[in-house]
């Protein structure tokens, strides 16, 4: 029988759309958004300067290829350009390389935490998202590896992990990718390596190097503050570098993404003292939400796992009605199968200092 109207391809009515972090607070105050992940040291200076100074060249398209922008990526990381697809954001990436490598009949594999967009860029090319458990909130390489099929196409990493803030070490990543067929694809989502501070960690740029299988991906919206921009990056054996080429948009990155991108790239001071924020306040806030008597994950990003009771007056959905009557907004982490937490981004001092008086008198007042 004819459809009486268009009908999406199989997999599309099975996504649950992404929903971003909240931004506003009911009663009409100043919320402190610690939602998203934003840095709280906002974009440097000489990439705002940038992005303005393209005022006069909206009605001109962007350069494509994106060639500044990929140059700068290029010499910061002594990488060649040519091997680097620049993005709408590495969401898009992410998009781009499910599309190309995974269809119907196909498998795509990641943790239960991992990120929310590998499963719908999974299922809105029809392919199977196989979903494997992790230890102690962190990567389980041979759960990873138990769950590998002849029809796996794709294994998506994110190291660190959003939401839990975990990592694994490059030993085990390169272990992950040894167990693997050479037509299965490893992406490591890198978005918050530029916080990592541990010796035993790499983003991915040696094993992308070295292999002809994994595409390491990028993000400006993180440490760099260009989250309003959309930018992305992935590194890429040249043969998936030219097939990404082919069906990416022809201007998908904008002007002022890509000179903004450049500046701030660029700006090695102010990625400096963003990581010398973070440095200081993530053990902060991790150790004084620890004395209050709530569990926090051990993070290396730019953000925390802070689970509350299964139910009741310490729940997550209390503590996150009772934050945000105090204008703090955190991260509900439901959908990502962590019903029972909140991700805190870590923010300022003054907001930082905020987060753990309020939980203070949350958890004073639950245990009346």
């Given amino acids: 029988m004819t459809a009486k109207a268009p009908v999406p391809k199989p997999g599309i009515l099975d996504i649950q759309a992404y929903v971003p972090g909240e931004s506003t607070v009911p009663g009409g105050l100043k919320p402190i958004k610690l939602s998203s992940n934003e840095t709280p040291l906002g ?29 700068a990526i290029g010499r910061t990381y002594g990488l060649d350009p040519a091997r680097i697809v620049c993005g709408c954001g590495s ?29 719908i860029a999974t299922l809105a090319n029809g392919a199977t998202p196989v979903i494997a458990p992790e230890k102690d909130f962190r990567t389980d390489v041979d759960a990873l590896l138990a769950r590998v099929t002849p029809r796996t196409r794709i294994v998506f990493l994110a190291n660190p992990n959003n ?23 490893l992406v490591l989502d890198a978005a918050y390596a530029e916080y990592v501070r541990r010796n035993d960690y790499e983003a991915g740029i040696e094993l992308v190097a070295t292999t002809q299988n994994v595409v390491m991906t990028r993000t400006f919206s993180k440490i760099y503050g260009l989250a309003g921009l959309r930018l ?19 201007f998908n990155v904008t002007s002022a993404a ?34 209050l008597g709530l569990k926090v994950t051990p993070s290396v990003g730019n953000f925390i796992l802070i689970h509350c009771d299964a139910e009741g007056a310490r729940s997550a959905q209390a503590a996150d009605e009772f934050l945000k009557s105090r204008g703090i907004i955190m991260r509900r982490v439901g959908g990502y199968a962590l019903p029972h937490a909140l991700r805190m981004t870590i923010g300022t001092e003054e907001d930082n200092r905020a987060v753990v008086a309020a939980l203070a008198e949350f958890v004073k007042g639950s245990a009346r």
């Fill in 91 to 119: 969401d898009e990436l992410l998009h781009l390389l499910t599309h190309a490598y995974a269809g119907p009949g196909d498998e795509v594999l990641f943790t239960v935490h991992g990120f929310l967009v590998y499963k």
């Fill in 163 to 185: 939401p839990t803030g975990t990592y694994i070490p490059i030993d085990e990543v390169r272990r992950l990718h040894a167990g693997l067929r050479p037509d299965t694809l």
């Fill in 43 to 71: 974009a440097s200076p000489k990439a705002v300067a940038a992005y303005k100074a393209l005022a006069d060249e909206l009605a001109l398209y962007p350069d494509g290829a994106a060639t500044a922008l990929r140059g």
């Fill in 258 to 291: 890509i000179a903004a991108g450049v500046a701030a790239i660029e700006d090695t001071a102010h990625i400096e003292r963003s990581v010398a924020h973070n440095d200081k306040w993530l053990p902060w806030v991790s150790d004084e939400i620890g004395k």
């Fill in 232 to 250: 992305g990056w992935a590194y890429c054996p040249a043969a998936i570098a030219d097939v990404l080429n082919r069906i990416r948009g022809p």
